[in-house]
């Protein structure tokens, strides 16, 4: 069996009141019993996710980060419920146990889920998972295959159809991301609007209207340790919404790192894509669209949007390190990697046909 992915110590600053969430837990959950051990996933640069230990009980505690966040980011509540409405229909949800908008507990909205006990790939393949390549890729189609399973998710029988705004997702979302942006830039970050400007004037209409993810990638899915090729759930529902499948497929692309890329993007690898077997970000959209049905004839617009948009969440995270918000050192260097990402657009943009 290989390792199941494991909580590690807290970090400073991001502690939970032990007692605090001991009595909500207790209420929330009959029947447990002592005293709580709790522990801090170390992924993730968003919300802030704790292990809650009962002896062999365990579940997942989901809270918003602390300091400054903007406005509707962060929203545990409704990720709560988006969860609760696809679990009958995309069992790869974890189940909500417990769900809390009572501020006098925590200070925030949070909500309880079961620990899904698996393996979550994050930089590396783990020391004890050996693939042949034919494994690996056997692997990365199953975790696309999840994907495509999602877009093709009746939203209105699920009672999802209202999770989004309607036609004119694309357009809401150059214009959302590109007003955050600005928002959250640093003096010592790029403007990036050469490549605003070119996302809207190139944005094509939705292709669909689907439940999309809108984080997707190897780290946010859980695999069975006994057999590493099957996928047992998917994580961090955040941002999932009712939108257009190939705007989510390019933000999945915007941390899909090949082996052969270069350096500063090699350096912003926070999943295994690079491992021999792993399919090119140019097969993975081919496959996607021969599964899907969905189609786009230059995919150029979805790939720039997604590292555009990978830039702005970068910028936000970055945004709150700057101004002393939060002391997570991995943020220190954020900057660069908005710097990069803004190089990267504009070099993809000067080599489109669009």
Partial sequence: MTQIDQAVGIREGEELDVQVVDQFMKQAIPGLE??????????????????????????VLRRPPLGKIAKSAHDMLREARVMEALKP???YVPNIVAICDDHSVLGCDFYVMERLKGIILRQDFPSDLELSEADTRKLCLNVIDKLVDLHTVDAKAA???????GAGYVQR????????????????????EAVMSWLNDKMPDDIAQVVIHNDYRFDNVVLNPDNPFEVIGVLDWEMATIGDPLMDLGNTLAYWIEADDEGPFQMLRRQPTHQPGMLTRKEVVEYYMEKSGFRADNFDFYEIYGLFRLAVIVQQIYYRFYNGQTKDKRFAAFGHAANYLE??????????RL
């Fill in 173 to 192: 979302q150059i214009g959302g991301w590109s007003d955050r942006f600005r928002k959250a830039r640093t003096e010592d970050v790029g403007d990036f």
């Fill in 343 to 352: 190089k990267r657009c504009l070099r993809l943009i000067s080599e489109s």
């Fill in 34 to 59: 002592g005293q709580p051990t709790i522990k801090q996933y170390p992924g993730g640069a968003s919300n802030l996710t704790y292990q809650v230990d009962y002896g062999d009980q365990s579940y």
């Fill in 89 to 91: 229909v995309y069992p």
């Fill in 159 to 165: 009672g999802l159809d209202t999770l989004g705004k």
